[in-house]
């Protein structure tokens, strides 16, 4: 198991929207002590990351073209949407518009920027079971559409709903013994 300090960003340009970056760095004295357990699905790495022996999340990531890396975060509170790149130069705290495209469907959201990403919690139960059907997403924004591939995501995201619930129900079930830390 690998040590990990987990920086997920997701940004949008000025003239583009970016999809959310996910990074790691090692760990130091001043960052709290993270640990992550990595699993595949096709072109999907799974993540759960845990903060000391409680559990706080588990992922799905996959890199983009042009460094771009789209994220979806899950905990027992919801889901949310990230994307990222080192290239993004943002405001932090603005917010962007844009379109999600997901085959017919469509949704007008505003997503929260970081200086390199932008995220979205995704509430709308429509826009979720699409996620799962969907061959890609499309993130429009003023200057440029982002296309997330959903490849294998019907599994992925599977397993995103296992990994939480497995890892959310082991601290429950027996406080007093560590969580298996599978994705």
């Not at 845990?50 to 789209?70: N, P, Q, Y």
């Not at 469907?105 to 390199?116: L, R």
């Not at 019907?154 to 601290?171: G, Y």
């Amino acid at each position: 198991m690998r040590k990990t300090a987990l920086i997920s960003v997701l940004s949008l340009g000025p003239t583009c929207v970016a999809l959310a970056a996910f990074g790691a760095a090692p760990l130091t004295a001043a960052f709290a002590a993270e640990e992550a357990k990595t699993d595949t699905v096709g072109p999907w790495e799974i993540e759960a990351t845990f903060k000391g022996d409680k559990f706080d999340r588990c992922s799905i990531t996959r890199k983009l073209d042009d460094e771009i890396v789209a994220s979806f975060v899950k905990t027992g509170d919801g889901l949310t949407l990230e994307l990222s790149s080192p290239n993004w130069k943002l405001d932090r705290g603005k917010l962007y518009p844009v379109k999600m495209t997901l085959g017919p469907a469509s949704f007008d959201e505003q997503v929260s920027a970081e200086a390199s990403s932008v995220s979205f919690d995704v509430k709308d139960e429509k826009f979720t079971a699409a996620l799962r059907s969907a061959n890609a997403l499309d993130v429009v924004g003023a200057g440029a559409t982002i296309r997330v591939p959903l490849d294998k995501s019907t599994a992925a995201f599977d397993r995103l709903d296992q990994c939480v619930t497995k890892n959310e129900r082991a601290v429950e079930t027996n406080p007093f013994v560590a969580p298996a830390r599978r994705p």
